[in-house]
């Protein structure tokens, strides 16, 4: 990781706080990302969980679809959790929101059921050392299928895969933001070039 990159975090709603609070204890800049020019100054971006459908809607209302998807083809990092995952997916099982259309993936929203149906469990994650890694699942996506250049780094005891990697772009459908565990965040501070902050 580059000591000077500076990591966005897309912040129309969710948890950008709590993510931002992660990356900092890492040392990393980190700043909210609410405008294109905000993005434009950024290296890399993580899109965090939330409500997808109203992720989706602010998205657009503040013209940053098209600048995200230029952000994400043109190599740089990005990562969604949870909402996140599912504003990057090609495809939805549901007719809403419309997907950014950033990895190959197939994502069902509240794949694992609703609000009461949340739960954790502990995951061996590719790349990430230190043992299991603590994974909050709340109203989580679920991945229902992935595409060519897609790597699942990690997968439930059921089979179901959790994470997952094409290149630049990495998702996940729990939050790594609310367990204060940053090892998920140093991951992706690992996928930016040295030396490429803006």
């Known amino acids: 990781m580059s000591t000077t990159a500076k990591v966005g975090v897309l912040a129309l709603q969710g948890d950008f706080r709590e993510h931002c609070a992660a990356l900092r204890r890492l040392g990393a800049s ?30 657009d ?18 990562w969604g959790t949870c909402a ?6 090609s495809r939805l099982e549901e007719d809403r929101p419309q997907p950014l259309g950033l990895m190959n993936l197939a994502v069902r929203r509240n ?4 609000q009461a149906d949340s739960f954790e469990a502990g995951l061996s994650v590719c790349g990430v050392p ?7 699942f709340i109203r989580a996506p679920l991945i229902t299928e992935t595409g060519p250049g897609v790597e699942t780094l990690a997968s439930l005891e059921s089979g179901e895969p959790v994470a997952a990697r094409q290149g ?12 204060g565990d940053s090892r998920m965040h140093r991951l992706f501070l690992d996928m930016i070039p040295s030396g490429g902050a803006s």
Do not use: C, N, W
């Open 111 to 114: 794949g694992f059921g609703r």
């Open 130 to 136: 230190g043992g299991p890694v603590r994974a909050v």
């Open 168 to 179: 630049t772009l990495l998702a996940s459908a729990f939050h790594p933001e609310l367990t």
């Open 30 to 59: 980190a700043s909210e990302v609410r405008t294109q020019a905000q993005l434009d100054g950024a290296d890399a971006l993580i899109i965090p969980g939330g409500e997808s459908t109203s992720m989706a809607k602010l998205m």
């Open 84 to 89: 996140g995952l599912i504003l990057m997916a």
């Open 61 to 78: 209302a503040y013209g940053l679809r098209a600048p995200l998807q230029a952000f994400a083809r043109g190599g740089k990092p990005v």
